[in-house]
Nanobody
């Protein structure tokens, strides 16, 4: 059993900052990658930022230079620092973790429940 839990969403004014956190727990052998996605009302879920083990991070063009993803592997946690927020960043943000539950297992995708980020004056 694996749980992925996000926190840190909320209401912020345009130009403000928020930091999202996501912690994975349970039966975990390894986490191959962690990332953040978002879904705005009426739109499809989209990648925001992705951070694989030992690989380079990648960001959606719309957040480059404003958002930063980071990981604490010892805590199985990923963060998303969001600066210079815009109203168009308003969405439910979801954490995704690619996890192996034992050494020979294939990786499976686990999702958090989502956290609402609203950027509005």
């Amino acid at each position: 059993q694996v749980q992925v839990v996000e926190s840190g969403g909320g209401l912020v004014q345009p130009g403000g900052s928020l930091r999202l956190s996501c912690a994975a727990s349970g039966t975990i052998f390894s986490i191959d990658a962690m990332g953040w996605y978002r879904q705005a009302p009426g739109k499809e879920r989209e990648l925001v930022a992705h951070m694989p083990n030992g690989g380079s991070t990648n960001y959606a063009d719309s957040v480059k230079g404003r958002f930063t993803i980071s990981r604490d592997n010892a805590k199985n946690t990923v963060y998303l620092q969001m600066n210079s927020l815009k109203p168009e960043d308003t969405a439910v943000y979801y954490c995704n973790a690619q996890i192996r539950t034992y050494r020979l297992a294939s990786q499976s995708a686990y999702w958090g429940q989502g956290t609402q980020v609203t950027v509005s004056s």
